[in-house]
């Protein structure tokens, strides 16, 4: 596609003699103002647009006219475009033939003429319109995040810098070490110091390269790689905390770099006139199976072929995961086979019903092998170590339905799995078991202004009989639910540990007794959860938002604890999560966001039953985190 700029002539000067020789394409970055001996002299025309004495290297080329037979076209000064352009990868295919059209071959780099809107000379804190960009100006247009191409008209580069620093303090029901000493000379009670100090930081550097057509149309291929470089740092109030062996201390710190992003995908054909596609990307890549990540959301190197039907109101995808297995510390993934491998299928249907509102129907398949685990830091992760640990393998099928949007002024979403199959050994229940679970999830919400109103219910089943031949209690392949607080929630940012395995993994909702949710096995013998949620969020200005949250939470059965902990009654009420947090945006997007929260869980009768230490009550646990997230 070619661009014609327009000249409007009334009123000009004589046009100015053009070069001899033809001009190569324009480079972008021509400065908008050009020395005055760059211009011809017209005094008596003060107000009209100024006209170059001498064409510059970008200007387009004229035909070819014989003198004193036809008038040379009018040569005009071409704008540069906004922003970081570079250098344009279009030879120019046609020459301008007369003064009403220059000739623009790169459809990306047309310009516009410099423009003082406010008559102020442009100044920094002001937001205006046609502002010209800089090579390590990410905020407006850029070559290097694929506003313009770098070869051709369809080939464009996008690079991302990400660095991603948390700084979290928190409380956490600790055992003192059950090996050769406490942290504390003199200390007698099962649970000690419960006072944890961890930061994680993350450097990636994300680099796109893809071919398409601008933002309405799929592109035809795709190649990213992202590299993350990770240092994170845990310090702990007791022994055998950072590792089971009491001379490590009571802190750690760890490195790590991961090739965690490589992917390339290409289109296979065109669905329809309306830009409906079929694609397929192959390679570690992101994926989340549902709205709110429920059953799986994780990066890992799988097959997926996905695309859109009915003009884009269709969309769906069907996925086959390989994964590998994670490191302890950072959670980035290393080159190492984890014997588990999953399918997932998903179709979406927009406006399904109520104008607004899209539903979801999916099947998810997760085959988790035999293996046997020591993490990086030394305890066993599979199988589970309890009741009986042996290596067994887990064949799970999950049929789910899931919605998101709003029905007229109320916004909603939801979702409900159940989940059948089978375990070969489950080492609660001591043999196999057949899988029989669920669960659901309901969110409603009221905008009023610039505040949401909002509450939530979350069920997951649990096992009323740890030691039948049916395992009911719902677990997850790898969620990480925005559901009822999200990460603000200590119940659901929290790993709590018991036992030699975990009653909550970290930013899970489900109560599964596993060892770890990176890298442990699924356990379907567990307490379940009920949950209710009131919240309210509040943009308080543009720039500055707060979330607010109460849970209630109880286990939905409690006898898969007593015989886990060797009681004869466990209360079922886990007891009353608070949690309020913020994000801070201070130029307006999320280039820069800081974010932060407070939580504190008061402990229910049934979480005294598990963590209350000698003759009294179990603390209050807090958390307070602060992330700050700086984007390229």
């Given amino acids: 596609m070619t661009g014609r700029a327009p000249l409007v002539t009334q009123g000009l000067p004589q046009p100015v003699a053009r070069a001899d020789q033809r001009i190569p394409a324009y480079v972008a970055g021509l400065p908008r103002v050009l020395p005055a001996t760059a211009y011809a002299d017209f005094d008596d025309d003060p107000v009209g647009p100024r006209v170059l004495a001498n064409p510059p290297d970008n200007f387009p080329p004229a035909g070819d006219f014989v003198a004193g037979t036809e008038e040379e076209p009018l040569r005009w000064p071409v704008d540069p475009p906004l922003g970081y352009a570079g250098r344009s990868g279009i030879l120019p295919l046609e020459a301008q033939e007369n003064s009403h059209f220059v000739p623009m071959e790169d459809r990306w780099r047309i310009g516009f003429p410099e423009w003082d809107r406010y008559n102020r000379g442009n100044p920094p804190r002001f937001e205006y319109p046609y502002v010209p960009g800089s090579l390590w ?7 290097l995040k694929g506003d313009y191409p770098i070869f051709g008209q369809n080939t464009f580069l996008a690079i991302t810098a990400v660095e991603n620093l948390l700084i979290e303090t928190r409380q956490t029901p600790t055992p003192t070490s059950p090996f050769e000493s406490t942290g504390s000379p003199g200390q007698e009670e099962f649970f000690g110091d419960p006072d944890q ?9 994300t680099t796109e390269l893809n071919h398409g057509n601008g933002p309405f149309k799929p592109a035809d291929w795709r190649l990213r790689v992202t590299q993350i470089y990770n240092m994170n740092h845990l310090v702990a109030d007791e022994l055998g905390v950072v590792n089971p062996d009491v001379r490590r201390g009571t802190a750690r710190f760890r490195q790590d770099y991961a090739l965690e992003e490589y992917f390339l995908e290409t289109k296979l054909s065109d669905l329809s006139p309306d830009y409906d596609f079929l694609s397929v990307r192959a390679g570690s890549q992101f994926f989340s199976s549902d709205f709110k990540g429920f059953i799986f959301s994780d990066t890992n190197r799988g097959v997926r072929l996905f695309g859109t039907r009915n003009a884009n109101r269709d969309q769906f995808n069907v996925m086959w995961l390989d994964q590998t297995e994670k490191d302890t510390n950072s959670l980035l993934n290393t080159w190492d086979d984890r014997h588990q491998n999953t399918v997932i299928a998903n179709y979406y249907r927009q406006d399904f019903g109520f104008p607004g509102y899209t539903a979801q129907v999916s099947y998810h398949y997760n085959r988790d092998a035999p293996s046997f685990k020591f ?14 640990f042996a290596p067994h393998e887990i064949n799970s099928h999950y049929l789910g339905w899931a919605g998101d949007g709003h029905i007229e002024r109320v916004n909603i979403s939801h979702a409900a799995y159940w989940v059948v199959g089978e ?7 001591g043999r196999d078991v057949e899988i029989s679970a669920w669960m659901a999830a309901l969110e409603l919400s009221y905008d009023r202004d610039w505040m949401r109103f909002r509450t939530s219910y979350f069920f997951a089943s649990g096992d009323n009989d740890p030691n039948d ?8 392949i790898f969620d990480n639910p925005q559901f009822a607080g999200g990460g603000n929630s200590f119940w659901q940012r929290q790993q709590i540990g018991l036992f030699g395995v975990n009653l909550t993994q970290r930013n899970s909702l489900v109560a599964d007794l596993r060892s770890s949710k990176f890298q442990g096995q699924t356990n379907f013998v567990n307490p379940g959860l009920h ?21 209630v939470l109880w286990f939905a059965q409690t006898e898969t604890l007593e015989v886990f902990t060797f009681q004869s009654d466990v209360d079922p009420f886990i007891g009353t999560d608070l949690s309020t947090g913020f994000e801070y945006r201070p130029i307006l997007h999320n ?7 407070f939580a504190i869980l008061l402990p229910g009768e049934g979480f005294d039953d598990l963590y209350a230490q000698y003759r009294r009550d179990a603390d209050p646990l807090v958390q307070v985190f602060l992330n700050a997230i700086l984007t390229y």
Avoid: C, K, W
């Avoid at 543009?542 to 849970?551: A, Q």
């Avoid at 280039?591 to 929260?597: C, P, R, S, T």
């Fill in 423 to 429: 375990d070969e050994l489950n080492p609660i229940a």
């Fill in 531 to 551: 949950l209710i949620n009131f919240g309210v969020d509040a943009d308080i200005t543009p720039r500055f938002r707060i979330v607010n949250n109460v849970n």
């Fill in 591 to 597: 280039n820069i966001l800081m974010e932060g929260g």
């Fill in 197 to 205: 100090f961890f930061v994680n930081n993350n450097l990636s550097l």
């Fill in 137 to 143: 100006d990410p905020y407006h247009q850029n070559l």
């Fill in 375 to 388: 993490n990086d830091n030394d305890f066993l992760v599979r199988p589970d170590p309890v009741g009986v």
């Fill in 469 to 476: 031949e049916e395992a009911t209690g719902f677990d997850t």
